[in-house]
Structure formats: structure tokens, C-alpha cells
């Protein structure tokens, strides 16, 4: 029986990282049901990069994009809406580099999308098998920690696999938002430079 995961309503990139996820348990056969085309076309690109074959169904808006390696195979499906503990967990390792946040957002443009984005970044990387050694927030950033609360859920996540969160104490104080911080260690310049300093690469958003 193939098994069937339900990310409608769900935002990109959590569609593809269910498939994924899955792919790394060893299921060879399911099915992963979404209610836009973007996902679709994300499901079809990471079925490829994988080597799985792809084919898609839509029924009133719906989308149910199959993953197999072999397509006869998809006749029986189980619905699973992403919460079961079959799924094993992706073996995580902490890297040597680290990610620099100095605005609440990504980009330039809408700041509703900016927030979006920034929270699906963070989301996306505690998802990853290869985690930051560090997340530094100065200046504008420190809101992600202290205003985004479901930023600061991944943040929390992230922290509890051993990546290491640090917030500008003198931004926070700027700001008024020492009270708010919900994740993380208030640090310094100096630190933070360290940290950058002794890092392979930083990623600056």
C-alpha cells in the first residue's frame, strides 16, 4: 500500500521536504498531495533529482504527485497527514559555518513576504542534515527572535539540536525588546565576530 502525505495548506518548502524525508526512510512508492502548482513543480523537480519517476493527477484544484520507482506500482494508497514517528529521523550534523541575520526580513519588496521568507529559511535549515554552527542576529534581525513567533519556533528547534543562537544584547537594548527575546543568548560584537571570524563560511541574509 502506498503511502499518501497530506501537505495541503502547507507552505513551500514543507511539501518537498515530507518527500524527502520520506525518500530517506526507504519508501520507494508514495504519493504527496498539495493544492498549488508551485509545489507540484518543486515535487517534479526533487522526484528527478532523486531518480524517481513522476506523474501527476488534479482533481478540483487538488494535486496528487506520484513518487515510485516503479509507477504500476500505484494503486493502494494510506493517507498520512506528516505527523507519524515511522518516519526516521534525518541525521543531522552541526557544520562549520554560520548565518548572519541582520534584517527581520529577506529581500527587499513586500515585508509580509520578507517575514514569510525568513521564517521558511530557518525552517528549511532544521530541516537540513547539515546545520549551522551559528545563527548571529544584530541590528534589525534581532526582531526574528523576539517579534516572529514561529521564527523563533524553528530558531528553538535548531538550538535544541546544538546550533548555537546569538542576538546582539546592544540591538535588543536599542529596539526595547530585551524582554521579548524567546530563543537564543544575548551576546556582543566581539563574540559574534569570533564567531564569524572562525567560521568556513558566513551566509548573510
Not at 39 to 65: D, I, M, P, T, Y
Amino acid at each position: 500500500m502506498n503511502k499518501v502525505l497530506d501537505a495541503k495548506g502547507k507552505e513551500c518548502p514543507m511539501p518537498v521536504i515530507m518527500a524527502k524525508k520520506e525518500i530517506d526512510s526507504g519508501n520507494n512508492s508514495f504519493v504527496v498531495e498539495v493544492d498549488n502548482d508551485i509545489a507540484v513543480q518543486n515535487l517534479k523537480k526533487l522526484a528527478n533529482n532523486q531518480g524517481f519517476a513522476v506523474s501527476v493527477e488534479e482533481e478540483n484544484s487538488l494535486f496528487k504527485v506520484y513518487f515510485s520507482k516503479d509507477l504500476d506500482k500505484l494503486s493502494e494508497v494510506e493517507v498520512f497527514n506528516g505527523t507519524s514517528d515511522k518516519l526516521e529521523e534525518n541525521k543531522t550534523e552541526i557544520g562549520n559555518w554560520s548565518v548572519f541575520i541582520g534584517k527581520e526580513i529577506i529581500g527587499a519588496g513586500n515585508e509580509e513576504l520578507g517575514k514569510s521568507l525568513i521564517k521558511m529559511y530557518l525552517y528549511t535549515i532544521s530541516e537540513s542534515d547539515n546545520l549551522p554552527k551559528s545563527i548571529l542576529f544584530m541590528n534589525d534581525g534581532v526582531k526574528v527572535p523576539t517579534l516572529n513567533h514561529q521564527a523563533a519556533e524553528h530558531l528553538r528547534d535548531l538550538e535544541t539540536k546544538g546550533v548555537e543562537i546569538l542576538v546582539c544584547g546592544a540591538c535588543l537594548n536599542f529596539y526595547g525588546l530585551e524582554e521579548k527575546l524567546k530563543v537564543g543568548k544575548v551576546s556582543n560584537m566581539y563574540y559574534i565576530t569570533n564567531c564569524m571570524k572562525e567560521a568556513s563560511k558566513v551566509i548573510t541574509l
